[in-house]
């Protein structure tokens, strides 16, 4: 079990987790308060400054948060200068032989960070979330049906899971692929070990190998996924 690291202050450690895919990191962000000040901002490299400045608060706020979370990955891995900042995709730069990703959610940025150029991802979703009917979007016919008996709560809670898995595939996916990927193009069924099998639905998806696992830490719902190339190694 992942406890969390007390007293909850803004772009401090939340907690971290060397996972099956790569080392993860979280950091709280601010709840209410959409303002970075010079403290949050001196962590940053230059240029990753300069594109926080220039976004709105709410959006500079997840910047910072992610861009932290994985700073403190690269220090571990001692890379001491390398601005993390975003491809036309999206998807965030990362120094040459490492791959990795960033989440944000209200109130925490999570980012993980392995070794390799297989696709990473990772999904962060708060699990107090209002409910909202995005099943209908999200889920595949069969997985639909599966959920069809659950309680309402349940069955948020496992439409919760299965979308953020999806997210977590997607930015996997999308630096390898270089497309768009519908939600309805992969199934996820998720295992009480923390494991999912994903079912491709696309011919050109069914390329990558997939590996997909999910945590829950707190009010937090935490899934990863990694798409390889054919043939290739993982390593941390
Ligand atoms: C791109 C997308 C997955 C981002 O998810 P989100 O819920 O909006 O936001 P999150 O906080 O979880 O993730 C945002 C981070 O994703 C990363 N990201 C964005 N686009 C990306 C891409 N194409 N590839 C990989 N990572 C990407 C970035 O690091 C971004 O944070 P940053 O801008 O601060 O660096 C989402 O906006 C999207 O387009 N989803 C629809 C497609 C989809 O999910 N299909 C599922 C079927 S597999």
Redesign the pocket.
């Known amino acids: 079990m992942i406890t969390t690291v007390e007293p909850f202050a803004p772009f401090t450690p939340a907690f971290h987790v060397a996972h099956r895919h790569g080392r993860l990191r979280a950091v709280y962000l601010p709840k209410d308060a959409v303002r970075t000040n010079e403290e949050d901002l001196s962590h940053l490299d230059t240029e990753e400054r300069n594109h926080a400045e220039h976004l709105p608060p709410r959006r500079r706020v ?2 910072v948060g ?1 861009r932290l979370a994985m700073r403190a990955l690269l220090d571990e891995s001692a890379v001491a200068s390398w601005a993390v900042l ?1 491809l036309s ?4 730069l990362l120094p040459p032989g490492f791959t990795g ?5 209200k109130g925490l940025a999570v980012a993980i960070l392995a070794r390799g150029d297989h696709g990473l ?1 990772i ?2 979703e708060d699990v107090t979330r209002c409910c909202r009917d995005v099943g209908r979007h999200v889920l595949c016919d069969d997985e639909r049906e599966a959920l069809a008996g659950l309680s309402e709560s349940e069955r948020w809670s496992q439409t919760l899971l299965r979308f953020s898995h ?2 977590s ?3 996997a ?3 390898l692929l270089g497309r ?4 309805r ?2 199934a996820v069924w998720p295992r009480d070990d923390g494991t999912a099998d994903v079912d491709s639905r696309a011919d050109d998806l069914s390329q990558f190998p997939l590996e997909a696992a999910w945590l829950t830490v707190d009010r937090w719902i935490l899934t990863t996924a990694v798409a390889r190339r054919q043939g290739g190694a993982l390593t941390r």
């Open positions: 997840q910047f992610g975003s995709s999206g998807a965030p990703s960033i989440s944000h959610t991802g999904d962060v999806k997210e595939l997607y930015k996916l999308n630096p768009w990927i519908g939600f193009e992969l």
